[in-house]
């Protein structure tokens, strides 16, 4: 089981809690532990702690549903917990009981699951809203709507009990998305290793090779390197299968001639790194392959060069599309005029995804691409993606180019600074000379 607070102090979470507790505004807030998944039968995946309860309250335990309240008199964060259950311990290790975890995140109380039921309309009681995330945890859902049940017909006389059910990501989002130095600390180390799980990877690759064997080098240098394993399933794409954008059964063979796109990122203390690099299996690119490389790297350099506060996400992503479609009008693949191509999305056959997403406890990161109907102003202590591609999957009505079947992504991860943007991952090569010279081939 994962340890409570991974490093991070006790003040960290108190400080986040006032600021979300404020921003109730006499509300309450319920945050549920993910849920343990089941693979198959009775076996269950390895256990993964939820990203807001970690980011409010430190814990790491299954089981725990934590309250925030701005309202009433009493406990402000009040915690259930299971009981600690020796005969399930025995298979599943130690757990902490609801004094221990109450005294280790600092919670004002602690109850056992068990009394929720009946407890938690008591806690509720004047809350003029709850901050829950109906329709994931169906026991849960329950317990809140007959609590909305039971405000519907007493609050009028007696103004008891929520009226209205908020999203969390209304009062979480926006602090998530501006990380605090602990946190980029953790993106760093997680991007550290990634590009040092690349080199191993990139050195061992060569035609006749499984895709599953290099997402084995890949992930076994994250664990080596002490990450808790992937932060998604690895990508080894080799050939056409580069032009699916989240294959991940990495079940082909690397072929001689073949391009390998390799996506994968470490979670360190739950926070992810994301990194992309398209590489020849032989280690020389062919000329066709080497003019959509040049093609995206253009259009990656573009994009990252537009980083810095003060510019919106969609800037980032049209300097991303700019370069793309003149690299498709060059490869004689779209014909016309530039800006014209791309406010008519020609590039979307192609490009079909964005240049960009938040990155940070969750891989794809919580936080508004767009805020009041404009695309987002990037500030520092947000950290980001860009991931250009191009992807000519084979139509199969349309006569094959010399490109049919290529897929080219490069991806790095961004920290906004007050300068501009911090490339974390830039110590992986993306010129294609360099990257040539990493592959064993
Ligand atoms: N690896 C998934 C992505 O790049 O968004
Ligand atoms: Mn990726
Ligand atoms: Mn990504």
């Known amino acids: 089981m994962t340890p409570p607070l991974l490093g991070f102090s006790p003040e960290t979470f108190s400080r986040r809690r006032e600021t979300v507790t404020e921003g109730l505004r006499g509300g309450a807030l319920l945050l549920p532990s993910a ?10 995946h390895r256990y993964r702690p939820d990203s807001e309860l970690f980011y409010l309250t430190g814990s790491t335990e299954p089981g725990v549903v934590a309250l925030l309240r701005d309202h009433g008199e009493g406990d402000r964060f009040v915690l259930f917990v299971p009981e600690r259950d020796p005969a399930a311990e025995l298979w599943s290790g130690p757990r902490m009981g609801p004094q221990e975890l109450r ?27 709850l901050f829950f995330r109906l329709g994931m945890q169906p026991v849960l859902d329950v317990r809140v709507v007959e609590i909305l049940k039971e405000a519907r017909r007493k609050g009028a006389r007696k103004g008891e009990g929520p009226r209205a059910v908020v999203d969390p990501g209304e009062v979480l989002d926006d602090l998530r998305l501006r990380k605090e130095p602990g946190e980029v600390a953790r993106i760093r180390r997680a991007a550290d290793l990634t590009v040092a799980s690349f080199r191993e990877a990139l050195a061992e690759a060569r035609p006749g090779m499984g895709e599953w064997e290099v997402e084995s080098v890949l992930e076994s240098g994250f664990r080596r390197a ?15 299968n580069a032009c699916v954008l989240h294959y991940s059964c990495n079940g082909g063979v690397l072929s001689a001639g073949d391009m390998v796109l390799l996506d994968g990122g470490a979670e360190v203390d739950l ?3 994301d990194v992309t690099r398209t590489f020849p299996s032989e280690g020389r690119f062919t000329g066709p392959q080497r003019d959509v490389y040049q093609v995206v790297l253009g259009a990656h350099r573009a994009a990252l060069a537009a980083i810095r506060p003060g510019v919106r996400m969609d800037d980032v992503h049209r300097h991303a599309l700019v370069e793309l479609t003149r690299g498709l009008v060059n490869l004689g693949v779209l014909s016309g005029e530039v800006d014209d191509l791309v406010e008519r999305k020609a590039f979307e056959r192609y490009f079909p995804h964005q240049t960009s997403h938040w990155l940070g406890l969750d891989v794809h990161d919580v936080g508004d691409y767009v805020v009041d109907g404009a695309s987002r102003v990037l500030e520092p202590g947000m950290v980001l993606t860009v991931e250009p591609g191009l992807y000519f999957a084979q139509d199969p009505v349309s006569e094959p180019m010399a490109y049919s079947g290529m897929g080219v992504r490069i991806e790095d991860d961004v920290l906004v600074t007050t300068e501009g943007g911090d490339n974390l991952t830039r110590a992986l090569p993306v010129d294609p000379g360099e990257l040539e010279g990493l592959v064993a081939g």
Do not use: M, N, Q
């Not at 849920?35 to 269950?44: G, Q």
């Not at 394993?229 to 794409?237: C, L, N, Y």
């Open 103 to 129: 005294e280790r995140l600092g919670a004002d109380s602690a109850c056992p699951t068990e009394e929720l039921k009946r407890r938690l309309p008591e806690l509720l009681k004047g809350a003029r809203r």
């Open 271 to 273: 926070y992810s790194a």
């Open 226 to 240: 002490g990450a808790l394993g992937p932060a998604f399933p690895t990508i080894v794409g080799s050939g056409r």
């Open 35 to 44: 849920p343990l998944l089941h693979r198959s039968r009775d076996t269950e």
